[in-house]
């Protein structure tokens, strides 16, 4: 496998589901990012990670919950979701946080999550 | 405002060439991009351009950055089918990269 990969690609719960989102980088960086995109919306960024460190949460609702065992992984915890957190969510990694230089971020292709 | 602005849509004859325009907020922002998604897939970089830049052109991509006005274009020459994709302007603010909402470019046979 080379890049980001995410799975599940596709994903449909209840609201009264729990389930976990997966992703993988294989690029060597220290630093993943979990964004969502919605229809007609910008991409809005949810967590940073650097290092396994969380270093930002944008007011993100409790029920959605990150884990970063180590730089390569990155979980999102999903539990109690409502119809409005249906989105793509994106996984991101980049070689830093980008405090510096061109800051490249390379995207997994997402999972498409419905809550019905 | 605090958005990164866009037109959500553009149609393109095969062949023509494709301009997309975007407006951005921070003028001290260092880094301005151009991020393409394809269905199904996550973003790409596509180009970038340093603020101290206002052209840089690789192979069939040109961007154009006007600082003054906070105005940031890419053109495609002679585009294709494999070109039709949403197209994300963003810029990066401190260590953040600050995405618009995408400008769809679809192309006409």
């Known amino acids: 496998e080379t890049g980001v990969t995410q799975t599940p690609r596709h994903l449909v719960m209840g609201m009264t589901n729990k389930k976990s989102l997966k992703c993988e980088q294989h690029?060597?960086?220290?630093?993943m990012y979990w964004y969502k995109q919605s229809a007609k919306k910008p991409l809005e960024l949810m967590f940073v990670y650097n290092f396994k460190e969380q270093t930002e949460n944008n007011s993100v609702p409790s029920r959605f919950s990150p884990e970063c065992p180590n730089s390569s992984h990155l979980f999102l915890h999903l539990h109690t979701l409502q119809p409005e957190d249906s989105a793509l969510y994106l996984c991101?990694?980049?070689?830093?946080?980008?405090?510096?230089?061109?800051?490249?971020?390379?995207f997994g292709p997402g999972t498409r999550l419905t809550v019905l | 405002g605090e958005d990164v602005e866009q037109s959500p849509f553009l149609s393109v004859r095969e062949g023509d060439s494709s301009v997309i325009n975007c407006t951005y907020t921070?003028?001290?922002?260092?880094?301005l991009y151009w991020y393409k998604q394809e269905p199904g897939a996550g973003l790409q970089l596509l180009t970038y351009i340093f603020s101290n830049m206002d052209m840089k052109q690789d192979q069939r991509l040109t961007v154009l950055l006007n600082k003054k006005d906070k105005h940031l274009s890419l053109r495609i020459a002679d585009t294709q089918t494999g070109d039709s994709a949403i197209y994300f302007c963003a810029e990066k603010r401190d260590d953040k990269i600050i995405f618009g909402k995408g400008t769809r470019l679809h192309i006409l046979p």
């Open positions: 991101a990694s980049s070689q830093g946080r980008g405090t510096s230089g061109v800051h490249e971020q390379f």
């Open positions: 690029l060597g960086h220290n630093a």
């Open positions: 921070d003028s001290s922002s260092t880094y």
